[in-house]
């Protein structure tokens, strides 16, 4: 199937910044909300994005075109004619699957409808329509228009042809397309949340400091500090995230008592000036680490706790043992998941290059070791056991 004609509903933040990604490569929009405040709103967005990319160097002749590709409606009298068509609205499973429904009614049989989620279930919101078989999860990193990586994750019932379409469209509008087997989180969100999760646990459990921390991941690997990432996505979202997390894949993802202190104490990051580091109240810039953070952690630990010394592999060693785990349960493949992490984090290498510069039976010594001392937390893959057993000393 050619994608041609495209819907989107929801001009919210991703909404709009989707449209952007479509019709800078030529794809018309139809692009509906629920009411034309909603709408002029989104439109708005739209019109500023298009104006960051004119300062940028974009001919305005060109963003005039973009922009006139975007067809704005509240209604879905239009939809009937779509091959396809996003839903972008909060992500809230009911509110999705009642879209899903409407898009279901109105457009053609042959329609692909994709679910815009980080990590709601594509199976369980496709079961809500007629057509699971053309029902795909397609998760744009934000913003959209500007991030390349796109996880297009299938459902129990996705068809093996909606998968290679959604595929092939996602590459036509310059994205890097990963097929993403259906798991809470999905990929990199799911790798991410051992990451960032272990960061907090570390500097809570450790002689090392949030500057130093931070630092240590950004010349390791990471283009920004676990951390600071932390601040910019809020602590009460991480923790949020990290408890559905727990959740569904049990005691490795336990959310870090640190993380949960600082929330109860209103420590939620950049957005309100203080998280693990404090912020310029006009410029959002941090400024210093937060004191708080360090009265906080003695009043979990005592002030006289012994704190381990430091190695910064230990925030890499649950990201590359959780990619081995979602190897072993054929999530993605291993040539895509690399690239997958480094597209949408940043990273200066993935985690399973990683792994194998420290080389695998080394990390699985070190997992063990951790596993012994701390739990759960670092109970070792059996893939990365199978592949040390096999004496692999890298990840091909």
């Known amino acids: 199937m050619q994608i041609g004609?495209?819907?989107?509903?929801?001009?919210?933040?991703?909404?709009?910044?989707?449209?952007?990604?479509?019709?800078?490569?030529?794809?018309?929009?139809?692009?509906?909300?629920?009411?034309?405040?909603?709408?002029?709103?989104?439109?708005?967005?739209?019109?500023?994005l298009l104006g960051s990319q004119i300062t940028r160097g974009l001919p305005r002749e060109e963003a005039a075109a973009m922009r006139n590709l975007i067809a704005p409606t509240t209604d879905y009298s239009a939809f009937a004619e779509l091959d396809f068509v996003i839903e972008a609205v909060s992500e809230d499973i009911e509110l999705k699957a009642t879209v899903l429904q409407e898009l279901d009614e109105c457009c053609n049989v042959n329609a692909i409808l994709a679910t815009n989620t980080s990590s709601l279930a594509v199976s369980r919101l496709a079961a809500r329509t007629r057509r699971p078989d053309k029902v795909v999860g397609m998760h744009f990193f934000n913003p959209a228009h500007l991030m390349k990586l796109v996880e297009v994750i299938s459902g129990l019932d996705t068809s093996a042809d909606t998968i290679h379409t959604v595929i092939d469209f996602a590459q036509r509008i310059g994205k890097l397309a990963i097929r993403v087997d259906e798991c809470p989180s999905f990929l990199v969100n799911r790798l991410l949340g051992r990451f960032l999760n272990e960061s907090v646990w570390c500097l809570n459990e450790t002689d090392i400091s949030i500057e130093d921390l931070d630092s240590a991941a950004c010349s390791y690997a990471m283009s920004i500090g676990p951390l600071a990432l932390r601040d910019k996505i809020g602590l009460d979202a991480g923790l949020s995230v990290s408890e559905f997390n727990f959740k569904e894949y049990g005691e490795r993802f336990r959310p870090a008592r640190l993380l949960e202190a600082m929330v109860k104490e209103n420590l939620l990051g950049q957005k309100l000036g203080r998280g693990f580091y404090l912020y310029d109240s006009q410029t959002r810039k941090k400024t210093t680490a937060n004191p708080q953070v360090k009265e906080i952690m003695a009043q979990l630990n005592g002030s006289a706790a012994s704190r381990q010394p430091f190695q910064v592999e230990r925030l890499f060693l649950p990201m590359i043992n959780e990619a081995f785990l979602a190897l072993q349960e054929k999530v993605c493949e291993a040539a895509d998941l690399d690239l997958a992490l480094m597209s949408a984090l940043g990273m200066q290498k993935g985690p399973l290059a990683i792994a194998s510069e420290i080389g695998l039976a080394e990390c699985l010594k070190e997992i063990e070791a951790l596993f012994d001392s701390l739990g759960e937390r670092f109970r070792p893959a059996p893939l990365l056991k199978r592949y040390v057993w096999a004496r692999r000393t890298v990840m091909m």
Not at 12 to 18: A, D, L, P, Y
Not at 23 to 29: D, K, L
Not at 41 to 47: E, H, K, L, N, S
């Open 5 to 48: 004609k495209t819907g989107i509903v929801g001009a919210g933040t991703m909404g709009s910044s989707i449209a952007v990604a479509l019709v800078s490569r030529g794809y018309p929009v139809i692009l509906k909300d629920k009411n034309e405040d909603c709408l002029r709103a989104g439109i708005g967005r739209v019109d500023r």
